[in-house]
């Protein structure tokens, strides 16, 4: 039987063993206990969940997060999306492509719903990620009557996926912390609040005109919440792109990916792909190497990746190759994906003809930004339920700023209950803007002056919020001005006060962009201290290292002198080796991927092959970006009659992945939104049985109650 669960990983603790049985196509297969049907499936070799009913094409999973529907299997009998439904015991799966055949039914006379529960509340929060535990935990403080709902069965939203630490104040937004740590830490002190209930396994799926939010709960039982304020705190849904191909399994979203690897310690694949140097595409690469996956390389079409420099560090001095003015064109595959296409783009970004490249592999990642989960919103404010959004459904940022716009509109719900009379403080504002700030100027490093002493070497060159580093050094050497923590950490060379060469410095830095130098032996080598957050098995003292500066230079293999661990920092060893004193500070990382010579582009693309109107933009209804461009061109500039002559947003995702496509489709004809006519956003926002959302009796137990 084939397994592709993650055996070993330097960061995460093992989870238990599959013993759950379940049937795919009467085959028999074992799942974790609570693991979603789609890992499991993954974690046993199977990629293709069905195929479209509309053309028969191979589906797999794309956002693991239930906001497509390209993963619904039919479980006992009923179609659901497999990223969110756990495997049960004997469970019976099949491919959507076998749909049930309904059995007739004789209604029992007299049949009625039962009234809908309604739970009255001061404040209901929708997520229980970064920004709705921050929320509530405020809230909680304060005494206020909290219901804080989340569809997943474990709180911290995207901190769950975070395997590094995250970047920001350590004072404020617990930088320095691991995101799978940050989580368990709030979520525990949401918890113990008295006033503060939690439902996880709770979908929001409407918003009527009573002012009241359906929830679906434990994919069971339904009820109104009715509250007095509404906090939106649901994050944001993955943005895709239109090219031939793209709906392919192996397509996945960076979410996806990052839930597969480090949520369920699966492995979805041998051989990743990157479209997108954003920080998500950027950290999804590092998540991948430290799971012990080949990462082929990564596209970004701007001429600089957007995201933090030493993000993009940690791949480039891995030996990741990193591609700037490219984009993808194509995924290759029959039943799932083969091969990318990628070409050089102009300033206009759009391929250049005879630029047309190909890279083998399993996997596209998909990571070129994010859309905030804004109808609920939207809805409320339409039936005049007093609303208040936070973190990414407010406006897409870091999670460390997602936490601390949860404090601030935390603070302002109480004010407008009447239970927080101050006013915000304006400090607070002005952090928030530093913490969303997008990344700054990069100075020029700088290198050792001298081969004397130890001191830390900051690799790290780019203003961004961060000092972790300024806070754990016991003697206080590193400074990053407290007004501004977006400036670059410096070191006080010239201080009476020497380093004791802790490595602290080195083992909390989010970027692993410290390196310590100790030229005290005086032979004309020195010892070099670097993070290392792989499998520290195979390391051995004596063994030859290949190292390489922040830009990816090769600087030779040099033997480790030590392997250790700095207490209190799990998860991060510290590896020292010995170099020769001219090249010393300007080691920064390892080479952890051995690239051929010549890995990049050899094999030309014919163009004319290379058809964009065959893209899918409506995966439910198998909506080309053809058809769609042919209706733009035509003049429709309604987005209702494009749904009603196409289907497109018609499908069971309800237009989550597909309208803002449409409407980046608008703007790539020159058509701004200003002019366009969008489709109305109806409850139920999320599918449900109707039986349930109704409130009918079943003879399951708890079924409609």
């Known amino acids: ?119 009255e509340t001061e404040v209901l929060i929708i997520g229980g990620g970064p920004a709705g535990l921050s929320a509530a935990s405020e809230l909680g403080a304060l005494g206020v009557q909290v219901l804080l709902i989340d569809d997943k069965d474990a709180l911290g939203g995207k901190l769950v996926l975070q395997t590094h630490r995250f970047f920001g104040s350590s004072e404020a937004v617990f930088a320095g912390t691991r995101g799978i740590d940050i989580a368990k830490k709030i979520a525990e002190k949401v918890r113990k609040l008295d006033s503060v209930t939690v439902w996880t396994n709770a979908t929001s799926v409407a918003i009527y005109e009573e002012k009241t939010v359906g929830v679906f709960r434990n994919n069971s039982s339904y009820q109104l919440v009715k509250p007095k304020i509404l906090l939106v705190a649901a994050g944001a849904r993955e943005k895709t792109l239109a090219f031939p191909g793209n709906t392919l399994p192996g397509i996945y979203g960076a979410g996806a990916f990052q839930t597969l690897v480090n949520r369920d310690l699966v492995e979805p694949c041998k051989n990743l792909f990157i479209v997108g140097g954003g920080n998500v595409g950027l950290i999804a690469g590092y998540h991948a190497i430290q799971a012990g996956i080949h990462v082929s390389g990564l596209v970004e079409a701007a001429p600089q990746c957007g995201g933090y420099k030493v993000h993009l560090d940690k791949l ?48 596209v990642l998909i990571a070129v930004g994010l859309d905030p989960v804004n109808e609920f919103v939207n809805k ?83 203003e961004i919020p961060c000092d972790p580093c300024s806070s754990v050094c016991p003697k206080h050497l590193i400074v990053v001005d407290k007004q501004d923590i977006r400036s670059i950490p410096q070191f006080l ?10 490595a602290r410095c080195v083992a909390v830095c989010p970027g692993l962009a410290i390196s310590l130098v100790d030229f005290r032996k005086q032979n004309g080598f020195g010892l070099v201290s670097l993070p290392y957050e792989q499998d520290a098995t195979d390391l051995s003292v004596g063994q030859l290292i290949a190292v390489t500066s922040t830009e990816g230079e090769d600087l030779g293999r040099f033997p480790i002198e030590k392997i250790a661990k700095v207490p209190g920092f799990k998860g991060t060893t510290v590896v020292t080796i010995e170099a020769p004193q001219e090249i010393a500070g300007k080691i920064s990382g390892f080479r952890l991927i051995d690239q051929p010579e010549k890995a990049t582009f050899e094999q030309t693309v014919d163009y004319p092959d290379i058809d964009s109107d065959k893209a899918y933009i409506c995966r439910c209804e198998r909506i080309t970006a053809g058809e769609i461009r042919a209706l733009i061109k035509a003049g429709v500039k309604d987005i209702n009659q494009i749904k009603a002559v196409t289907k497109a947003s018609m499908g069971a995702c309800g237009g989550k992945t597909c309208l803002s496509m449409i409407k980046r489709m608008y703007q790539a004809e020159g058509i701004p939104l200003s002019e366009v006519t969008e489709t109305p956003i109806r409850p139920v926002f999320v599918e449900i049985p109707i039986g349930v959302l109704a409130n009918l009796p079943t003879e399951q137990d708890g079924g409609g109650k």
């Open 493 to 502: 060379t010239n201080d009476s006060r020497s380093c004791l060469a802790c």
């Open 316 to 363: 480039i001095r891995s030996g990741v190759p990193v591609y700037t003015s490219h984009t993808v064109v194509e995924a290759r595959g029959k039943e799932k994906v083969e091969q990318v296409v990628v070409a050089k783009v102009d300033s206009k970004f759009k391929p250049i003809k005879g630029t047309e490249q190909v890279f083998d592999c399993d996997t």
């Open 1 to 119: 039987m084939t397994d592709h669960r993650i055996k070993s990983h330097p960061i995460l603790e093992d989870l238990p063993e599959p013993t759950i049985p379940f049937y795919w196509k009467e085959q028999l297969f074992y799942a974790r206990p609570d693991e979603m049907i789609s890992s499991a499936l993954i974690a046993n070799g199977v990629t293709i969940f069905g195929h479209s009913p509309v053309d028969h094409s191979p589906q797999g999973i794309f956002c693991a997060n239930g906001q497509c529907a390209q993963c619904m299997v039919i479980a006992d009998g009923i179609p659901v999306k497999s990223c969110m439904t756990a495997v049960k015991a004997g469970m019976k799966v099949l491919p959507k492509d076998n749909l049930p055949i309904l059995p007739d039914v004789t209604l029992p006379s007299g049949l009625a719903a039962s009234p809908t529960p309604i739970h």
């Open 380 to 462: 409320a404010i339409e039936v005049g339920l007093p609303v208040f959004a936070a973190g990414d459904a407010q406006e897409i940022a870091e999670a460390s700023a997602a936490i601390f716009s949860g404090k601030i509109v935390g603070n302002e719900i109480a004010k407008a209950l009447g239970k927080f009379t101050d006013d915000i403080p304006s400090e607070w504002i002005t952090f928030e803007e530093v913490l969303k700030s997008k990344p700054g100027r990069v100075h020029e490093s700088k290198l050792p002056e001298t081969y004397q002493g130890v001191y830390p070497v900051m690799h790290c060159t780019q």
